[in-house]
């Protein structure tokens, strides 16, 4: 069986990829939560729908999130409250947009976790709707909150002031300076799937951002424990290519919390509980460097521009960890 540690755009494509290598059937993917939040009355997960949409082929390839041929007509009309509502009041709020059939997906979960279904057995309904065959597997059934700590001279508020993931990445689309990162009741929730990653054959650890998508994972208690103990079966996929994001902010949250943004940088992040890291060929001349880290260095294609790649790099992956 094959464990995947996930969050995002680049995991979605990346898993998306091994079920061209592996059977559905023998992957478990560990999700990041810490993006959840609760808008308009609705549980959103946009990372667990993130890698529902893609690997059921129904995301939209131009945005990379939400359902493909979307009609916004919800949206539209709520935006007429918008202009109403009281000043204190956080009702309908327009910067975070829902598809209408995107909403489908939200009532159902909300309506379970209403029920008393924890969101690992939500999670496993909606992904049998969408036929997919592997496991997915939400971090944690408890609350854990990705939060970004502003720095001084930021837009969106005075320095040290929290904001919620969801505003710093869609609200102020992820412009804004951070100074820290935090992942409020980390400390108390319950991680799941400690059993598969103790069992596991591999360990991959997909190319998310490292700070905000993989560590959420990581902050949760066993998780690190496990993956140390068990490192050389541990690969993973360096998110930065030739120093940059290929999608999202982990170039410059990387800089902003003093890591290094390069591939050197994730390596130095990843060491203490992954035996090899993966980079891009734009990244050869560093290979010495990430392995001076006490890790192996495997290049090749990780821009994953067609499934066909994406197959081939969960490939190297999982040849890396065997």
């Given at each position: 069986?094959?464990?995947?540690?996930?969050?995002?755009v680049?995991?979605?494509?990346?898993l998306?990829?091994?079920?061209?290598?592996v059977?559905?059937?023998n992957?478990?993917?560990i999700?990041?939560?810490?993006?959840d939040?609760v808008?308009h009355g609705?549980?959103?997960?946009?990372?667990l729908d993130?890698v529902t949409?893609t690997?059921a082929?129904?995301?939209?390839?131009?945005?990379g999130?939400?359902?493909?041929?979307?009609?916004?007509?919800?949206?539209?009309?709520l935006?007429?409250y918008?202009?109403?509502?009281?000043?204190?009041?956080r009702a309908?709020p327009?910067?975070?947009?829902?598809?209408d059939k995107?909403?489908?997906?939200?009532f159902?979960?909300?309506?379970r976790?209403a029920e008393g279904?924890?969101?690992?057995?939500?999670?496993?309904e909606i992904a049998?709707?969408?036929?997919l065959?592997?496991q997915?597997v939400?971090?944690t059934?408890?609350?854990?909150q990705t939060?970004?700590t502003?720095?001084?001279?930021?837009?969106a508020?005075?320095?040290?002031?929290?904001?919620?993931?969801?505003?710093?990445?869609?609200?102020?689309?992820h412009?804004?300076?951070a100074?820290g990162v935090?992942f409020v009741g980390?400390?108390e929730?319950?991680a799941?799937?400690?059993?598969?990653l103790a069992?596991a054959?591999?360990?991959?650890?997909?190319?998310s951002n490292?700070?905000?998508s993989i560590?959420p994972?990581?902050?949760?208690?066993?998780?690190?424990d496990i993956?140390?103990?068990?490192?050389?079966?541990v690969?993973?996929i360096?998110?930065i290519?030739?120093?940059a994001?290929?999608?999202?902010?982990?170039d410059?949250?990387?800089t902003?919390?003093g890591?290094?943004?390069?591939?050197?940088g994730?390596?130095?992040i990843?060491?203490?509980?992954c035996g090899?890291l993966?980079?891009?060929?734009?990244?050869?001349h560093?290979?010495?460097?990430?392995?001076?880290?006490?890790?192996?260095?495997v290049?090749?294609?990780?821009i994953?521009?067609?499934?066909?790649?994406s197959?081939?790099?969960?490939?190297?992956a999982l040849e890396?960890t065997?």
């Amino acid at each position: 069986m094959i464990a995947v540690l996930a969050g995002g755009v680049g995991a979605a494509r990346f898993l998306r990829g091994l079920m061209l290598e592996v059977e559905p059937q023998n992957i478990t993917s560990i999700v990041n939560t810490g993006d959840d939040t609760v808008l308009h009355g609705l549980n959103i997960s946009p990372d667990l729908d993130t890698v529902t949409y893609t690997l059921a082929g129904a995301i939209d390839p131009e945005r990379g999130w939400g359902l493909e041929n979307e009609t916004w007509t919800a949206m539209g009309a709520l935006s007429r409250y918008a202009t109403t509502r009281p000043p204190q009041s956080r009702a309908a709020p327009t910067w975070f947009n829902l598809g209408d059939k995107d909403l489908a997906t939200h009532f159902y979960r909300t309506a379970r976790l209403a029920e008393g279904a924890s969101l690992t057995q939500i999670t496993a309904e909606i992904a049998q709707a969408w036929g997919l065959d592997l496991q997915l597997v939400p971090m944690t059934n408890e609350s854990v909150q990705t939060v970004i700590t502003l720095a001084e001279n930021c837009a969106a508020g005075s320095a040290g002031t929290d904001i919620s993931f969801q505003e710093y990445f869609v609200k102020h689309h992820h412009s804004v300076a951070a100074s820290g990162v935090k992942f409020v009741g980390s400390t108390e929730a319950k991680a799941n799937g400690l059993d598969i990653l103790a069992s596991a054959d591999s360990i991959l650890i997909a190319p998310s951002n490292p700070l905000v998508s993989i560590a959420p994972i990581r902050s949760l208690a066993g998780v690190d424990d496990i993956l140390a103990k068990r490192r050389e079966s541990v690969c993973a996929i360096s998110p930065i290519v030739n120093g940059a994001a290929l999608k999202g902010p982990a170039d410059r949250l990387m800089t902003e919390l003093g890591h290094e943004s390069s591939v050197v940088g994730v390596a130095k992040i990843y060491a203490p509980i992954c035996g090899t890291l993966i980079i891009d060929h734009a990244d050869a001349h560093l290979a010495s460097s990430v392995e001076a880290q006490g890790m192996s260095c495997v290049v090749t294609d990780t821009i994953m521009k067609s499934p066909q790649v994406s197959a081939a790099l969960a490939r190297t992956a999982l040849e890396a960890t065997r």
